[in-house]
Every structure is written in C-alpha cells, then in structure tokens.
C-alpha cells in the first residue's frame, strides 16, 4: 500500500522537488552577493520571486498533491480494488496521508530555509530601516514566506485538498474549489488573525516632535496623518487622537484653518506653516497612537500560526477520516 501511494505521488512530488533544486541552485549563486550590501534594489525582481514561490508551493500542493489523492480513485474506481485486498478504508487513507503529508512539509521546509537564507541580509537591512520602504520579516506580505509557517501552509492546502477531493469527488472541481479556499485563508490570516494572536503593543506620541510621513486629504479638508513608526515593526493602526483617547478622523477645526488642504493648495506646503499647525494638536492635548506588534515578536507569531494551521489540518483530517466511511 505505501509503494502504491507513492508511485501515485511520485510525479508531481518529484516535479516539485526538481524545481526547488533549481531554486536552490540560484539562491546559492546570489546569495553571498548579497553579503555586505546596504542597497538591494536591483534584486528587487528576485526578492518579489522568492516571496512569490513561498506562496504558490502550498498551492501547488493543494491542487496537484492534494485534490487528485482521493478523486483521482473515485474516478477511476481503483479504490474498490483496493478494498477488496483486505486493505480497510482507514488504512487506505492513513497510507496516503502518511506519504503526502510529510512530502508537502519538507518541500516546504526547505525551500523556506532557503530563502530565509538568502534574504537574511535584506531582513536584516529591513530591522533598522526607519524610511517605511523596506518590509521587515514580520510585515503581512514576508511573515509567510520565512520560518516555519510556510511547513503549515503546505500541510494545510494537502489536507485540504483531500477534504475538498471527498466531498466533490471530480478532480478539477475540487482543484478549483482547493485553490480558492487556500487564497482565502492566505488573504484572510494576516487581515483577521495575526494581528490578534498576539496583544498589539500602544504607543503614544507627541506630534509636534515626530517625524510625519504623510498627510492624507481632500480639497475639502485633511482626514488624517501619519508619523514615522519604530523600525522592524509590523504597523497596525496609526492615528491621530483626542484628549480622550478617541480616534479622530477629519481633524478638528483648528486645524483646518492652518493646514494646507491637499488637492486644493497649488505647490508644496510652506514646512513652518505646517510644523506650526502640528503644534497646535499637541497644545489642545492631540496626539499621535501607534499600534503594531514589534519585530521582536516574530518568531513567536510563527509558532502560534504554525499550531493554528496544524490544528485545522487535524481537524480536516478527522472530517477525511468520517467521511471516507460513507465513499462507495
């Protein structure tokens, strides 16, 4: 039974592992490059490659290791065969787990070492930056493809797939079902979940005396500003608020009347009128909150996302083994 799995398994795992030696091969060749170095610009084009490539393994996974593992059978009728070899059902799925599930985790494991490798100087230039450019490891769009949430990515979209595989029971229905259910969670996770796995930690700061980095309006008024967070830190929320502690948004009146109106004013802003007018937020007791969890807390947040990813995967694998009762 596992010789069968894994001659089922064989060509796209091989595909997939035959692509990450290529991978590899060309983050050994650039990565020392990149040693020393404090401008990346011109590796922009492969930065944004190997954050890409982190993303679609578990997609590929999903529906190419995944959704066909089950359907692929019913299809055919192949598993009937199977189950009449004196192979029990639980033994039939438990066989295809054990080989797919590990596959998918070390093909992800080694490509996210990978590429944790070869962009550690980028992440480390990324800590220290204060200009907002640079996205640090912890940032939505880099948390996943380092360290070791990608491992539960991988085995998240093969789990998934099977489910999916299950209760379609036609391949490319499930591989589109898959697909769209796996970018859901990748979309929705760092929307709805990071942000809170972890309490966020507040900062309150005095205007006048920050760096302001954008200041966001209308020809009618200005909404809202921005100033300069810590640097490495994933920013949450970054608002102007009242005495009171309430997030306000226009600004008050006061500052209307001072502050440059964008979409209105011809030319750039005179900077004395607009420090002087900033001043005036922090003399009415107005202040700037910031909201975002540190770079600190990185490695903690891939752990607790790793367990949460795991702990759906067990549980669709117990809806896998309920179902797979009910296959005929």
């Known amino acids: 039974m596992t010789w ?13 592992y035959a692509a990450l030696i290529v991978i590899g091969v060309l983050l050994a060749i650039t990565g020392p490059e990149l040693v020393g170095r404090t401008n990346f ?11 890409l490539v982190l993303y679609l393994l578990p997609a590929a996974i999903g529906l190419f290791w995944g959704a066909p593992m089950i359907t692929r059978e019913l299809e055919h009728s192949t598993h009937s065969l199977v189950w009449n070899q004196s192979i029990t059902r639980k033994r039939w799925l438990t066989t295809k787990l054990a080989v797919g599930v590990p596959a998918a985790a070390l093909a992800a494991g080694l490509l996210s070492l990978g590429v944790t490798w070869w962009a550690s100087p980028i992440d480390t230039l990324a800590a220290s930056a204060t200009d907002g450019e640079t996205l640090s490891r912890i940032s939505p769009v880099v948390f996943a493809a ?32 898959t697909l769209v259910v796996l970018a859901a969670v990748l979309i929705a996770v760092p929307l709805f979940v990071r942000p809170y796995l972890l309490p966020a930690v507040q900062q309150d700061v005095a205007i006048a005396d920050s760096d302001v980095t954008n200041i966001i309006g209308n020809g009618s008024g200005v909404e809202e500003i921005g100033v300069a967070s ?11 608020v009242d005495p009171a502690g309430n997030a306000v948004s226009p600004l008050p009146d006061f500052v209307q009347v001072c502050m440059p109106h964008p979409g209105r004013d011809a030319g750039p802003p005179d900077p004395r009128g607009v420090n002087a007018c900033l001043a005036q937020l922090d003399t009415h007791g107005y202040h700037q909150r910031l909201t975002y969890q540190p770079g600190s807390r990185f490695w903690p947040l891939q752990w607790l996302e790793l367990a949460l990813l ?12 309920r179902r797979v009762r009910h296959l005929s």
């Open 4 to 16: 069968l799995a894994w001659r089922q398994l064989r060509v796209p795992a091989l595909t997939v």
């Open 41 to 51: 610009s011109d590796q922009d084009v492969l930065y944004g490659g190997t954050i």
């Open 146 to 177: 380092r360290g070791i949430v990608p491992i539960g990515y991988a085995v998240f979209a093969l789990v998934l797939g099977v489910a999916v595989g299950m209760v379609l029971r036609r391949t490319v229905a499930a591989m589109a079902v």
């Open 230 to 240: 810590p640097p490495g830190v994933w920013l949450l929320a970054n608002e102007t």
């Open 310 to 321: 795991l702990a759906i995967s067990a549980l669709l694998t117990w809806f896998c083994y």
